[in-house]
């Protein structure tokens, strides 16, 4: 099994930008397909973005499409995801999660992280 620590949230401006950090420990890290997931207060949880294990193939959320970017380091098990001009849409929990399926289906992903603070202020 893989576990997962997050870090890098915090807060920040809205227009500015913030990278989050999701290590790794495992000895299947590298054949891992990992995600991010954001929860604001109230809701459920959501999708917003993935990547292969082998980084070729990334989805994103239309929500975060072309303002966030999801990429790994498998030599240092480690899956960031890059935000830019962050709004205050963007303020929730994120949660970093690892599967054995490319998808965005949040029931497929097989296990979590605790998750990082994001707040984004106007």
């Known amino acids: 099994q893989v576990q997962l620590v997050e870090s890098g949230g915090g807060l920040v401006q809205a227009g500015g930008s913030l990278r989050l950090s999701c290590a790794a420990s495992?000895?299947?890290?590298?054949?891992?397909?990992m995600g991010w997931f954001r929860q604001a207060p109230g809701k459920e949880r959501e999708f917003v973005a993935h990547i292969s294990w082998s980084g070729s193939n990334r989805d994103y959320a239309d929500s975060v499409k072309g303002r966030f970017t999801i990429f790994r380091d498998n030599a240092k098990n480690t899956v960031y995801l890059q935000m830019n001009s962050l709004k205050p849409e963007d303020t929730a929990v994120y949660y970093c999660?690892?599967?054995?399926?490319?998808?965005?289906?949040?029931?497929?992903?097989?296990?979590w992280g605790q998750g990082t603070q994001v707040t984004v202020s106007s």
């Open positions: 999660a690892a599967g054995t399926v490319f998808t965005r289906v949040e029931a497929a992903y097989l296990r």
């Open positions: 495992g000895r299947t890290f590298s054949r891992s397909n």
